[in-house]
């Protein structure tokens, strides 16, 4: 039977899981290309039997990078003050350790793309107890950060951990 599990856990949990699947899979933002934009211009001038022209991609960013982005937007949107540093500080360091954890097993997994049924479990499984790994840290960092919070930023930081706001972040992407 499951438990039910408080609001602030499942939330950390719901955007660690966040993470570990920007971590795991490739960024499928869509670009969008309003009618009288160049591309969509160049799209209708194009003849039918013209081949595509080969867009180039964006080169996929780093889990690391991806990583730091992160620590430095919940810095600025948690507005954590000189005082918090500290207490923000092994927040950040937790999610670096994580990431790190998280991003080899994930590596370990891309190094053998011909692996069998039995192969692809363990090496999810690797994957999900690196994530394990990582929230033990992660969440004692961020309860001792959480303490040290205003009421403002509990609640911001409320807000930033719901399953409604990364349902709502989730839905802009697609």
Not at 89 to 107: F, Y
Request: charged share 20%; proline share 10%; no cysteine.
């Amino acid at each position: 039977m499951l438990q039910p599990i408080a609001p602030a856990a499942r939330g950390l949990a719901a955007a660690t899981l966040l993470a570990a699947l920007l971590l795991a899979s490739p960024s499928h933002a869509a670009m969008s290309n309003p009618p009288g934009s160049a591309p969509a211009q160049l799209a209708q001038a194009t003849p039918p039997s013209a081949p595509p022209a080969a867009t180039p991609k964006k080169p996929r960013r780093s889990p690391v990078d991806r990583i730091e982005d992160r620590i430095k937007s919940l810095h600025a949107a948690l507005q954590i003050t000189p005082e918090q540093e500290p207490q923000w500080n092994g927040v950040a360091q937790a999610m670096r350790e994580q990431g790190q954890m998280m991003g080899n097993a994930i590596q370990q997994r891309e190094l053998n793309p011909a692996m069998n049924a039995v192969d692809e479990l363990k090496a999810y499984q690797a994957i999900v107890d690196a994530h394990a790994q990582g929230m033990q840290k992660l969440v004692p960092a961020f309860t001792a950060l959480y303490a040290s919070l205003s009421d403002d930023q509990k609640k911001k930081a409320d807000v930033l951990f719901s399953r409604t706001h990364h349902r709502r972040s989730s839905s802009k992407k697609s």
